[in-house]
Structures are given as structure tokens and as C-alpha cells.
């Protein structure tokens, strides 16, 4: 994990070059294009506004991008023969990222008022399970409709924050205009869990059985947990997270949480980080342009904030990529390709939301400096007193000093993983009786045990917890439950 630590302690000073290489090629109309030379659009200026926040500049430069953002976006929209760039959901999506990512600025001149516009749009191009790539066909398209949930979520936490019957520039007023935000949200969502494998992943494409995709699983899974996550004006939750349809256009209706649906999804990024961790993914949906999914950078983030550690084993080819993707002749990060490295906004927009990710995570877990990172697991840690087995492939869990128990939906191997060693001894199980129970190589158990864990840390909103404890059986290395 060098690269990751590495990557890290130099986070901070890169997104500050990378930040006044930005400012150096702004734009004269104030926008930003896919490369340092390239034509002002609404999705790179939205990447770059982001970039300056994590680099803690704000001012002109971030007034004169949200400025070409409210000129842009009901512009680019208009159809091409009209004199615009096409009637793409993805200006609407992005836009509402670009406009939200300073919030201080949410009372700049005409920032309302175009989100406001953005609302409207989505209200009347709605399909079945949420938006379509581009007005004219039917078909939902994952990638915009993850972008417009994850994107009006934090609109709705916006206007939560500025609180009700507040009258803002162009004649915005918050109640109403949260009002018209949240059917929006819950149509998206809708479309998102009925398009939801079994597995916990989504495919690239909609309706058709397609290979699941890592980026569009990754997409999905920040989304919701955007939604799940908020907090009302009074401090109680923005979502109610009660069980919801899923899975209906892939086999039988279940009934999910989206809290469990985002750590489900987690565990489908590690379990698969094989897929993704140095490449980035093709989306042939995306019309009008070819579309590069940054699969190493977005996958990584998505993951942590399903509730892995940054310095979970699989995410270190990943870290390492990222690492070596800075260019300080650029001053940014190189995007990975078969034509060659070259530094783009995309790369270093991903890239700085994967840090920014791994940085707020570390944060919470007070694991910032290596060095003290088993002392303060230890001193964070819950402590797991009692553990029952729940209706389908759900396990209880009570934790010392915590009122109630806990339930972990956990996927069908994780749970024969705790269903073997709860069924053995109170000693524990041996790793080659446990692999034998579960015909997996002895080496492939401590993989599962990690996974495991780690759902179980997430169900304590991301504490860490260990339902399996290391311990000698027979003289052999195995594993024991906790609270035995």
C-alpha cells in the first residue's frame, strides 16, 4: 500500500497545482473543455468547479464557471437545429453538479434560478425508471439516471440547509421548489432498484441482460447513498430508508433498504476489483460523443463510501494507478489509455473524488497517520456481545454499550461463511475446515473473513467491528465468532 500512502500525504499539494494549472486555461467565456485546449462544455467546467473546492479556492474564477454554467445549460440543451448541442440529459445531470459544488455561491446570480430550470426540464422528460440519454428514446439509461438522483439529492440537502419558505435570487422559494425535487428523486430511485441485479450490481445496459458494469454499479451505489444519506432541516433523516421494491426487471421483486443496497453493491466493487482497479470502462450508451468511464478512480470512491477501509488490499492497484497518473510536467493527472497518457479534466475530476473520498473516510476514523492506525481501530472499535441469525440471509448483531441489535443483510457467501463457524464449536473453526465446509481454497478464506467484516462495519455505519475474531483451533489458524 506505498502508493496509496504515498498518493495520499501528496493529495493535498497536488490538487493545489492541479487547481492553478485550471485556473491558467480557463476559458475566456469562463468554462473549461475535456482537455487544456479543448472548447468550453457544461460537463468539464462541472468537473473542474470541484477540483477548486478541494484545493479551497473559491472567488472570480468560481463565479465566472458558474456563470457559464447558467448560460450553457438551457443553451447546450436546445436541439441542434435549434442552436443547440442536442437535448442530452447529461447537460442537465452534470449542470446541476457544476451549480451545486460550491454552495456558497447557491445566491450567485441566476445559480438558482437555472437549478430551478434544470427541475422543470426533468419533470417533463421523465420515462419509465427515470431519464433516457437523450429526449427521443425510451429506453432509461443507468449512467443519467444515477447522475440526476445523486445530483437532485444534494440539491434537496441544499435546500434542507438554507430551510423552508426562504426566497431566493430569480424568485426561487425552497418549499416549493423542494417540493417539486423529491417525486423526482423517488421516480429515480425506483428506476435504479428495478434495475438492480440480484447480485448487487447493474449491468451496463437497461431491460436486457448485459455483463454487469462496474462503472454503472459504482454510479448507482453513490447515488443512493446521496438519498439515504441527507438530513432534514430538523436533523432527522432526509429519506425515510424503509424496505423498497428491487430487482423486478431481473428475476423475483425483493425487498431492500438502500442502506443495504449500497453495501451490497460495496461488497460487489471489492469481491470483483479485478474488473476495474487499473481500467477505465466504455460507455457505448452515451450519444453524441465517446464516452470513458474512469472505472479505477470511480470504483475506488464508490467502494469507500460503501464503507471500505482506503486501505483495503483491493484497492491498492487502484491507489497505485493513481499515483502513477500524476503528471507534474501537466500539473494533472493523466486519464490510462491504449493511445497513450494524456492529462485531462476527466481524469483529475475522478481522481480528486476518489482522494477527497479517502480523505473524509480517514478523517472519520481518525486512521490519518498510518502509524497509529491499530491503537485507534482499537480505541473506534465495536464491540460484538451477541449474534443471532436473522430471517433469510440476515444476521443480528448487538454491540457492548449499544442499545439494540443491528441487522447486516449480507450476500448468500457471506453468509454461509458466518453460518459455518456460528454452527461450529465455540473455539472456532480451523481456515481448512472452514474451506472445506465452503469448497474454497484455504487461501481464498481471510478473503471472505475481510469482506465480511467489513459489511459488518458498514450495518454500524461504518465503525469499525469484526464479527469473526483470528484465533488458534487445534493448534491450527482459524477463526472464532465474536461474543463468545
Not at 446541476?96 to 427541475?119: M, N, Q, Y
Not at 476489483?273 to 464516452?291: L, M, N
Request: hydrophobic share 40%.
Amino acid at each position: 500500500m506505498k502508493s496509496a500512502y504515498v498518493g495520499l500525504t501528496a493529495f493535498e499539494s497536488r490538487a493545489g497545482e492541479a487547481a492553478r494549472t485550471l485556473l491558467r486555461n480557463q476559458g475566456y467565456d469562463g468554462g473549461w473543455g475535456l482537455t487544456l485546449t479543448s472548447v468550453s462544455s457544461i460537463v468539464n467546467t462541472s468537473e473542474v468547479l470541484p477540483i477548486l473546492r478541494a484545493a479551497g479556492i473559491a472567488g472570480q474564477p468560481v463565479r465566472q464557471g458558474l456563470d457559464f454554467l447558467t448560460s450553457a445549460i438551457p443553451e447546450h440543451s436546445r436541439p441542434r437545429p435549434k442552436g443547440g448541442r442536442g437535448e442530452h440529459t447529461r447537460f442537465i445531470a452534470f449542470g446541476l453538479a457544476g451549480l451545486l459544488s460550491h454552495p456558497r455561491f447557491f445566491h450567485h446570480h441566476g445559480v438558482a434560478e437555472t437549478a430551478a430550470w434544470c427541475v422543470g426540464w426533468l419533470e417533463d422528460h421523465q420515462v419509465d425508471h427515470g431519464w433516457p440519454e437523450v429526449l427521443g428514446l425510451d429506453d432509461t439509461s443507468l449512467h443519467q439516471t444515477a447522475l440526476v438522483v445523486h445530483r437532485l439529492a444534494e440539491l434537496r440537502d441544499a435546500l434542507h440547509n438554507f430551510g423552508p419558505g426562504l426566497l431566493l435570487p430569480g424568485g426561487v422559494e425552497t418549499s416549493s421548489l423542494l417540493e417539486r425535487v423529491e417525486p423526482l428523486i423517488d421516480h429515480g430511485v425506483h428506476g435504479l432498484l428495478y434495475h438492480r441485479r440480484p447480485s448487487g450490481a447493474w449491468g451496463w445496459r437497461t431491460y436486457i441482460d448485459t455483463d454487469p458494469s462496474p462503472s454503472k454499479t459504482a454510479l448507482c451505489l453513490l447515488a443512493l447513498s446521496t438519498v439515504c444519506s441527507g438530513t432534514g432541516p430538523g436533523g432527522e433523516p432526509a429519506y425515510r430508508d424503509g424496505p423498497r421494491e428491487a430487482c423486478g426487471v431481473h428475476g423475483p421483486v425483493r425487498l431492500k433498504r438502500l442502506s443495504d443496497v449500497v453495501v451490497e453493491a460495496g461488497q460487489w466493487l471489492l469481491y470483483n476489483h479485478h474488473r476495474w482497479e487499473e481500467f477505465v470502462e466504455d460507455d457505448k450508451d452515451v450519444q453524441g460523443t465517446a464516452w470513458v468511464h474512469m472505472a479505477y478512480a470511480l470504483c475506488t470512491q464508490a467502494a469507500i463510501r460503501a464503507g471500505a477501509s482506503p486501505r483495503d488490499p483491493c484497492l491498492a492497484k487502484a491507489w497505485k494507478l493513481m499515483n502513477g497518473l500524476w503528471d507534474p510536467e501537466a500539473g494533472l493527472w493523466n486519464e490510462p489509455g491504449a493511445s497513450g497518457k494524456r492529462a485531462t479534466i476527466r481524469a483529475a475530476y475522478y481522481t480528486v473524488s476518489a482522494y477527497e473520498e479517502a480523505m473524509q473516510r480517514l478523517a472519520r476514523m481518525n486512521l490519518a497517520d498510518p502509524a497509529s492506525e491499530e491503537a485507534s481501530e482499537a480505541s473506534a472499535e465495536m464491540v460484538i456481545v451477541h449474534v443471532a441469525l436473522g430471517p433469510g440471509r440476515t444476521v443480528l448483531l448487538g454491540a457492548r454499550d449499544s442499545e439494540g441489535n443491528v441487522a447486516c443483510e449480507l450476500s448468500e457467501r457471506l453468509f454461509d461463511v458466518v453460518k459455518v463457524v456460528y454452527d461450529a464449536p465455540e473455539a472456532g473453526m480451523s481456515t481448512e475446515g472452514i474451506a472445506a465446509r465452503l469448497y474454497v481454497a484455504p487461501s481464498s478464506v481471510p478473503k471472505y473473513v475481510q469482506r465480511l467484516n467489513q459489511a459488518v462495519s458498514a450495518a454500524f455505519g461504518g465503525a469499525p467491528a469484526r464479527l469473526l475474531l483470528a484465533s488458534t483451533v487445534d493448534g491450527a489458524s482459524g477463526y472464532r465468532l465474536a461474543g463468545r
